[in-house]
């Protein structure tokens, strides 16, 4: 991958940062974390802006709605739109970064125009039914049910930690549509609607005080067989694309913005006094080689990705895993800069402390990336 940006890269930088310092200052003010309708709405209408200026889905296939571009265009999209303080993605987390790619890849061409305009578009918000309660990190461990009848499945069962369940249109589910076949076999991936009659959301509050989980229950809900992406019990293959979405990029704007909390942090050390400790300055150098280094690793993975077809492969398990490990790493040497003041959870770092607290388990645990680096990177054997 060669690294150094081209004179088309770089207009296409100075074209962003313009349009950024344009439009910016005209975006509302941003709900409180609880408020999620206001969240929703803030969200979608940061989209909207972007579709309407050419830059949702970037990244996208231009035949699944998106703009086609290259993967370091992608790169210096997230560098830039971060550096300028622009908003994440937000409640369309989903939609965007794991439910639309997986739709674009393995979606039928009616279920991509039905769904993946919407997303770019900002009109449709998207969560994740995958984890369920008692099945830890076994995620083919799901016990949720769905039988044929007629032209719909019937869904029964319940989900947890669904992320924007509360405020979300769709959701990508994995359901069992064959109870007598292999424990990863006889899987389902459905779109259902949320608000088909027999889904209740229960809201869960965080550690950081956030409500953006839940608790989804579905008793005998009704969703169309023309919902299901992938051909029937293939779900597992299908939510394996999924995942690799979910590892392989859908982080990777977050990296950008850990390497600006770290600037904040050093500067906050050198007024508070905190800087005048070795063991400090040591150990925010070591955050800012591995922030370098994941981001070099990211870059090489979304090239990769590219090469191959445009789905992200293990080496995103890689990035996860240590991905996870180093924002934590970042919010304890926050809470070592702030001292006493790390205890306020008015302040922002504060939050996302206690929120990073949760990065080692979310999107596969540290212990299932292990598993997947050690069997499909170096070819180790399976673990009994």
């Known amino acids: 991958m060669d690294l150094t940006h081209t004179p088309e890269e770089e207009e296409f930088r100075a074209r962003l940062r313009e349009w950024l310092a344009k439009m910016l200052p005209s975006l ?37 709605g998106g703009q086609g571009a290259t993967p370091t265009q992608h790169l210096i999209f997230l560098e830039e739109t971060e550096k300028a303080g622009a908003p994440y993605v937000g409640a369309n987390f ?18 991509r125009a ?20 008692d099945a830890g990190s076994d995620l083919a461990a799901l016990r949720t049910r769905a ?38 076999r006889g899987i389902s991936w459905l779109a259902m609607p949320m608000d088909a009659p027999g889904v209740t959301v229960r809201p869960l509050r965080t ?46 704007g977050e990296v950008v913005a850990c390497r600006r909390v770290l600037g904040e942090l050093a500067r906050t050390a050198r007024k508070n006094g905190r800087w005048d400790d070795p063991a400090l300055r040591r150990r925010l150098g070591t955050l800012n080689a591995e922030f ?25 398990s890689v990035f996860k895993l240590r991905y996870s490990h180093a924002r934590q790493e970042l919010y304890d040497a926050a809470a070592e800069v702030l001292g006493p003041d790390a ?19 979310a999107a596969g645990t540290s212990q299932i990336q292990h598993n997947i680096v050690a069997e499909r990177i170096l070819g180790l054997p399976k673990g009994r």
């Not at 869904?155 to 990863?184: N, Y």
């Open 114 to 133: 039905r769904w993946l305009p919407p997303v770019l578009r900002g009109e449709e918000v998207w969560c994740q039914g995958f984890s369920e309660p």
């Open 207 to 252: 550690l950081a005080g956030s409500a953006e989980f839940a608790e989804v229950f579905l008793d005998e809900v009704r969703v169309p067989v023309a919902n299901r992406v992938g051909a029937e019990n293939d779900g597992w293959r299908v939510t394996m694309v999924t995942l690799s979405f979910e590892r392989g990029t859908a982080f990777v």
């Open 343 to 361: 205890l306020d959870q008015g302040r922002e770092w504060t939050l996302d402390r206690l929120s990073s607290l949760s990065y080692t388990i």
């Open 94 to 111: 989903v939609g965007l970064l794991h439910a639309g790619p997986t739709i674009a890849a393995e979606g039928t061409p009616e279920q």
């Open 147 to 184: 039988w044929r009848d007629g032209d719909d499945y019937v869904v029964s069962g319940s989900k947890i930690w669904t992320s924007h369940a509360e405020v979300a249109d769709w959701c990508e589910l994995l359901v069992r549509t064959d109870a007598t076949a292999p424990k990863h």
């Open 28 to 64: 509302p003010a941003k709900p409180s974390p609880d408020d999620w309708p206001g969240r929703r709405a803030y969200d979608l209408g940061w989209q909207r802006m972007l579709h309407d200026a050419g830059y949702a889905g970037l990244h996208w296939p231009v035949d699944a």
């Open 292 to 316: 370098r280094t994941l981001w070099r690793l990211t870059q090489w993975n979304v090239s990769e990705s590219e090469r191959t077809g445009g789905v992200p492969g293990a080496g995103g």
